[in-house]
């Protein structure tokens, strides 16, 4: 089929048709495209910084969720984090937006305390309704499965309070 | 992220899927469905995209990363043969192959993220018109606001 011969308003609905350049052209291309951005880029706003850096904090909470794999490292306090990383504030100072104390906000950066409902729904609103309370409290649920996975004393502890099971044969 | 179905009246959104292509799709990425050898392109990230309720390829989409530029150039993307021109069944593919690829940008690069294109001159006013692309010279490029708004329009969407 003869791509030339199709209206351009239905071409770029469905293709994205490259020009014949040489490797040269190519090249010029993109240095003049490197000045051009250098200079947006210097006039980008602080406020257009920061929605960029949480789509990219967004979008990895998003694709970790979706993940089958947990890593230790990345829990709910590793991502709460970051979030408060990137607004460049101090921890008392969110801590007084959310309205818990500060010492709850250490524990919770800590991993020694688990988040509850309320403080997926503050974050919620924290973030302008950008990251929701929904994938704040999976990320929360990822970490307490690999829990339950692995937690073997929990597990031994746990073995003793059963008195009876199932009767299963194959 | 959804296509348009436009065999159904009224036009019905239906849920759509963007993966990486497998070596087993390599052999269905042929000329006479896809417009293009693309063989040639196997050195670059390829994506594809389908509905989700079946494992029919619909759309194809070649990137190149450059992480210094904090960069993604889209090289090539395609529809399959029997969706394109005015009979197609569905829209919105390519929108949903260039938001992709903006996303992957922000995962990569943050508020730095670019995409960038060399399309065909005469197409050039059109991609700008349909997806806010800007002017960088002999490419088009997108990054800040329009970027995002390609990502809102086209992935994050529910109709």
């Known amino acids: 089929m003869n791509l030339d011969a199709i209206a351009p308003e239905e071409i770029v609905d469905g293709f994205m048709l490259p020009a014949k350049m040489t490797l040269e052209q190519k090249r010029q291309a993109d240095q003049q495209l490197a000045v051009i951005r250098q200079k947006r880029l210097v006039e980008q706003s602080e406020q257009e910084k920061l929605y960029g850096q949480l789509l990219q904090l967004k979008i990895h909470i998003e694709d970790y969720i979706k993940q089958d794999t947990f890593d230790p490292k990345k829990g709910f306090a590793y991502f709460l984090q970051l979030y408060i990383e990137l607004q460049h504030k101090k921890k008392i100072e969110v801590a ?67 008195k009876g099971h199932l009767a299963l044969e194959f | 992220m959804y296509l348009l179905n436009r065999g159904a009246n009224p036009p019905t959104p239906v849920e759509a899927i963007i993966e990486p292509i497998a070596v087993s799709d390599l052999k269905k990425l042929t000329k006479k469905d896809f417009h293009f050898t693309w063989k040639d392109f196997t050195e670059t990230e390829l994506w594809k995209l389908r509905i989700a309720d079946s494992k029919d390829m619909l759309g194809a989409m070649s990137l190149t990363y450059y992480p210094l530029e904090y960069r993604i150039e889209i090289n090539l993307i395609a529809s399959r043969s029997d969706n394109f021109g005015p009979g197609k069944q569905y829209d919105r593919i390519a929108g949903c192959l260039i938001g992709w690829a903006c996303r992957l940008a922000v995962k990569e690069y943050g508020y730095l993220a670019c995409v960038s294109l060399k399309p065909k001159t005469r197409l050039v006013k059109h991609y700008q018109n349909k997806y806010g692309m800007l002017d960088g010279g002999q490419q088009l490029y997108l990054e800040g606001r329009p970027l995002y708004t390609l990502i809102q329009t086209y992935i994050d969407h529910e109709p």
Do not use: C
């Open chain 1, 96 to 162: 007084s937006e959310l309205d818990i104390h500060k010492t709850k906000l250490s524990q919770l950066l800590s991993g020694r305390r688990a988040p509850s409902e309320d403080i997926f729904i503050r974050l919620e609103f924290h973030s302008n309704q950008f990251i929701s309370a929904r994938n704040w409290f999976r990320l929360s649920m990822k970490q307490q499965e690999y829990s339950i996975m692995t937690n073997s004393s929990l597990r031994n502890k746990e073995k003793k309070h059963v």
